[in-house]
């Protein structure tokens, strides 16, 4: 029996990493795959369950595929990832509209999923979650000049409104050789960006002996031919040592962009998150940062609204920023989380007010990214070329100091075949346009 799968996968690029090997494994077996869902007899749809947000967004494309599948257009729907996990059999009973539910630790199994659900069975399983492997064959969703690469899955920092070790279990850290191996396949094929992701990852290899490998990875990264930018996503604030900046100094490999999600500066709340230092202590770490990467950007991100959060302690954070100026910044607000620790805190901070926060937030970071844009124009930066945008008649892409997906885009004018995707090239900035900088592409040397 012919039949196409189909995939959505929501959420953090940890979870994009589970749907890549689940891809790839559909794809060894010889099943054909489309990226129009829509069209496919088995939907897949790879759920993030971290925020209430992020469920609505999870049970709305369920909801949308059942509707299909009521009217005739889909067969089977397969529910996979961290809601899954979370929710187990409550999420079955609800939904009964799925075929299939898989908890983190049967994604192996999908092949076999897709066969039995298209016999008729229901599936269920909830298997231990270490069962499911992080090395593997990946199918890569991303354009074929980046990557992101999991280093590590889990998390043991127990932050207090955080879900994620409830969902994906301690730290455990990939096995450097293995991590390696796939980023050296991964540049064969054509790979040139690599951002490194995990839960935390400056606790890279802690869980072997206590002490952070990060440093010792990146060294091995850089040495691969081919891979030309590697990138630092989630690295948490108490965590990050001298030897991890010294490498990032001195390699020209690695960009000079960190993220730091520090989510608060208040000790107080800090404290009630689960969380190590204050104000001061961020602001002698994220200034030492500074002066051991000259021209590092740094992201961050904080959340508003945390109970005991007053307004002394969230005037606190506002003057934080301002001070910091922070490159990038992305806030949201509490959301309590059932099976954590915060939803038992008292003195909780109304919706309407958590909300509110967050606005004065980002719009206090508005006038601060503004600035740093406009200190950008008249510089010469080099840009990753990501794709043509047939509406601006231009093409965009992105600077050392832009993540792929969350960050700022570089917008420039070029003849036709003059770039392509994946390019590097030189472009100067003239004007700024909301967040993002527009520019005129300079000659190759």
Known sequence: MAYKVGMVSLGCPKNQMDA?????????AGIELTAESGLADVVIVNTCG???????????NILEFAQLKKEGQIQKIIVTGCMAERYKEELVKELPECDAVLGLGANGDIVGTVEAVLRGEQIARFPDKSGWSLDGRRLQTTPEFFAYLRIADGCSNCCT???????????????MDAVVREAEALAANGVKELTLVAQDTTL??????????????????????????????????????????????????IVKYMDIPIQHVNGKVLAAMNRPGDAATLRKQIRHIREMVPGIVLRTTVMTGFPGEGKKEFAELCEFIKE???????????????????????????????LRRRDIIMQEQSLVADRYNRSRVGKTL???????????????????????????????PAKRGEVRPGDFVRVRVTGVLDWDLTGELEPAE
């Open 20 to 28: 890549e090997l689940m891809l790839g494994r559909l794809r060894d």
């Open 50 to 60: 971290f925020i209430e947000d992020a469920k609505k967004e999870s049970i709305e």
């Open 161 to 175: 409104y955080c879900a994620i070790p409830l969902i994906r279990g301690p730290l455990r850290s990939r096995a």
């Open 204 to 253: 890279y290899g802690a869980d072997w002996d206590g002490q952070s490998h990060l440093a010792e990875l990146l060294e091995r990264l850089c040495g691969i031919d081919g891979l030309q930018w590697i990138r630092l996503l989630y690295c948490y604030p108490e965590h990050i040592d001298d030897r991890l900046l010294k490498v990032m100094a001195s390699q020209p490999k």
């Open 324 to 354: 910091m100026r922070f490159e990038r910044l992305g806030c949201f607000a509490f959301s309590p989380e059932e099976g954590t620790a915060a939803v038992k805190l008292p003195d909780p901070v109304e919706e309407k007010e958590k």
């Open 382 to 412: 080099t840009v990753l070329v990501e794709s043509y945008d047939r509406y601006a008649e231009c093409w965009f892409g992105r600077s050392e100091a832009d993540a792929p997906d969350i960050d700022c885009k570089v917008f420039f």
